[in-house]
């Protein structure tokens, strides 16, 4: 029925739709729902301590015994710069003054550690069909470690030579994350975001590049996407936005309602959250301190000194300090429970594909 079948069989799934890990937002509910629909639903455990992974993991193996990804980031750890969070909290100080925060106030903890041997104790126990990674691979000796498993490894790459690199040291699959992807790019050989590349022009490059199967990332959130992407040679879809809509998607009022009426042109890629650049839908500290700045501390400690200011202003009912992540399509998405949609994307595609080759 697909007429790219390679990403289905390698995984043993029904319908070639990833729905994308994304950390802090979707969780065991709907890695569940969308798995059990016959796609391959993801748990993000970036943000996770590894004991609420296990607890989420435990929870997913208890519901189904479908095909599931475990993702990781995979960052190099930073190195401390006092000058540089010395220039951040300057930075940030109009803004303490502003919203009447104690400047003493303790600052969370937002190093987000790489996938390291413990989180990898846990693939090795509850053996994901699908481990997943972002910004890069781990080393050869974890490496090697999942692949006992019989883990399918997958990454993302955001340009051809991040695509061969991948495949070099033995990914299974290569998610080709275009420009338009909400969230942190993947990115690990380049620091350059103005020469990132879209969804279009990426997917065919990598396709031709490299002989495992290609993973279509970025703005692709309906049947024509994803029919879109199967013409450039994809062999599945990884979606994120538009999974954000469903009642599964763990995100406040606020960010939800957000979403809805975000536009075509109103999300931007910035630094300003984490560090790292990543897709979000433009506020006001995006506006004012970036949406790319210099001063920023390296991934992932930007975050902590802008915890507090978050804090207070969502406690005020204000998204303006919020990482508000979102691809470029946010408007194409509907409110589905995650199941559901994941079937009415799947059908949607198949439609397209077929009218197409009826056309053809
Ligand atoms: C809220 C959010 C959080 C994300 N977190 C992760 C993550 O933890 N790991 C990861 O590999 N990708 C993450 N991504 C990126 C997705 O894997 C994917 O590349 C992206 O969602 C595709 O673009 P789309 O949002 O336009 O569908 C995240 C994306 C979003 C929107």
Known sequence: MWPNDRFIKLCGIESPIIQAPMAGSAFSDMVVAVSQAGGLGSLACA????????????TIRRKTARPINANFFCHQPPQEDHVRE??????????????QVDSNTSLPNSARAPFGEKMCDLVTEFHPEVVSFHFGLPGKDLLLRIRKTGAKILSSATSVSEARWLEDQG??????????????????????????????????????????????AGGIADGRGISAAFALGAAAVQIGTAYLHC?????????????????????????????????????????????ISDVVPKFPLAAAT???????????????????????SARLSRELPAAELTKQLAAEALNNLTLLQTKA
């Open 247 to 291: 009642p599964e998607a763990q995100i406040s009022p606020l960010y939800r309602q957000t979403l809805k009426g975000t536009r075509d042109n109103e999300t931007a890629i910035t630094n300003v959250f984490t560090g790292r650049p990543a897709r979000a839908i433009v506020n006001r500290f995006m506006r004012e301190v970036g949406p």
């Open 86 to 99: 010395i220039n951040w909290r300057q930075c940030l100080d109009a803004y303490y003054i502003q919203l």
């Open 47 to 58: 943000l996770l301590s590894v004991e609420n992974a296990r607890k989420e993991l435990e």
């Open 171 to 216: 990914c299974d699959a290569i998610i080709a994350q275009g420009f338009e992807a909400g969230g942190h790019r993947g990115m690990f050989h380049t620091e350059d975001v103005s020469t990132q590349v879209g969804t279009m022009a990426l997917v065919p490059q990598v396709v031709d590049a490299v002989k495992v199967p290609v993973i279509a």
């Open 306 to 328: 802008l915890a507090p200011l978050r804090a207070k202003s969502e406690m005020a009912g204000s998204a303006d300090f919020t990482p508000l992540w979102s691809g470029q």
